[in-house]
């Protein structure tokens, strides 16, 4: 059964930084891997993905501090987080698409249960 792992939150201070990691478990191979967030009062929005190929995505506001980084051949990611901003206060949810090792059937979605960004001014 597939499992994501989340780990990182906390409550930092302005232009402090913190780190999400999350892990998927089971035997199925990573496609793509990527982090939203959902404020309060607010949907739930795309904050970078990163996929087997490497490629990254990133939302506007936060291009320039946020980094995801990772290997998808070992079912994990990273968010570097840095010059946080109270803005970026949010429940933070990892993302993965996945397929079996072999290549066949179709991938599957998996959200994690999040983790709560805290950013005071």
């Known amino acids: 059964q597939v499992q994501l792992a989340e780990s990182g939150g906390g409550s930092v201070q302005a232009g402090g930084s913190l780190t999400l990691t999350c892990r998927a478990s089971?035997?199925?191979?990573?496609?793509?891997m990527g982090w939203y967030r959902q404020a309060p009062g607010k949907q739930r929005e795309l904050v970078a993905t990163l996929s087997s190929s490497r490629e990254t995505n990133y939302a506007d506001s936060v291009k320039g501090r946020f980094t995801i980084s990772g290997d998808t051949s070992k079912n994990t990611v990273y968010l570097q987080m840095n010059s946080l901003k109270p803005e970026d206060t949010a429940v933070y949810y990892c993302?993965?698409?996945?397929?079996?090792?072999?290549?066949?059937?179709?991938?599957?979605?998996?959200w994690g249960q999040g983790t709560q960004v805290t950013v005071s001014s």
């Open positions: 089971g035997s199925l191979f990573t496609v793509k």
């Open positions: 993302n993965a698409d996945l397929v079996s090792p072999t290549g066949l059937g179709s991938p599957t979605n998996h």
